[in-house]
């Protein structure tokens, strides 16, 4: 167990709906990072927030937003949902301190658009 | 080109064999050098990390970076059923203030057969 915690675990939705997953990172860790894991794509990181501010931005889509609490618990919005969404999306979290690269990642949301 | 290349396999081996996985990357500025593991439906763990280049050595797993030939690799001795997985390696360059980017390659899915 790696301490960071997503709900839920599986999701099913219809194309054009709007979803928000959520993620509390591992205790004292300030750092939260989205990826987005398809078979074909691999893990793609989407973005990194620290400390409630966004520090690093990857192969996010317009639709998806994030943002990161005050208690350092973070959310993924994803709106307007096409087929090719469906994914396994999974947060991670780190200390980033210097010279901490260590990500810790949490058991991931199953998304399912129909 | 990705920037980090992975075969993805799948490499069959029989139980107790050692095991090489190779990623190689194109950007010289990476300067940390990571392996998770995946296990089916479950978020990756982290395995080894390395600085620069180098080897380093954590039980039954060894990890070597050449910067010079931008090669890394995973070396796994005497492995087990249980090693059955996907190889994620990951790349950083030197951190920009709290960016810890990290650049994944696909994977490599590992069966060990007993």
């Known amino acids: 167990d790696s301490g960071v915690t997503q709900t839920p675990k599986h999701l099913i939705t219809a194309t054009g709906q709007r979803v928000t997953l959520r993620c509390s990172p591992r205790?004292?860790?300030?750092?939260v990072y989205w990826y987005q894991q398809s078979l074909d794509q691999g893990l793609q990181f989407l973005i990194q927030?620290?400390?409630?501010?966004?520090?690093a931005k990857g192969n996010i889509l317009e639709r998806f937003s994030a943002q990161q609490f005050p208690d350092l618990h973070s959310e993924l919005n994803l709106s307007s949902l096409e087929l090719g969404d469906s994914a396994l999306y999974f947060c991670?979290?780190?200390?980033?301190?210097?010279?901490?690269?260590?990500?810790?990642f949490g058991p991931g949301t199953r998304l399912t658009v129909t | 080109q990705k920037e980090v290349e992975q075969d993805p396999g799948p490499l069959s081996v029989p139980e107790g064999a050692i095991v090489s996985l190779n990623c190689t990357y194109s950007?010289?500025?990476?300067?940390?050098f990571m392996w998770y593991r995946q296990y089916s439906r479950k978020g990756p763990e982290l395995l080894m990390y390395?600085?620069s280049s180098g080897n380093k050595e954590d039980g039954r797993f060894t990890a070597q970076v050449d910067k010079s030939s931008k090669y890394i690799s995973l070396f796994i001795r005497d492995s087990q059923p249980s090693d059955s997985a996907t190889y994620l390696c990951?790349?950083?360059?030197?951190?920009?203030?709290?960016?810890?980017?990290?650049?994944w390659g696909l994977g490599t899915s590992l069966a060990v057969n007993p």
């Open positions: 991670a979290s780190s200390v980033a301190t210097s010279g901490s690269y260590e990500q810790y």
């Open positions: 205790s004292g860790d300030l750092s």
């Open positions: 927030y620290y400390n409630g501010e966004e520090r």
């Open positions: 950007n010289s500025a990476f300067q940390y």
């Open positions: 390395t600085y």
């Open positions: 990951a790349a950083s360059p030197a951190p920009a203030g709290n960016n810890r980017k990290l650049i």
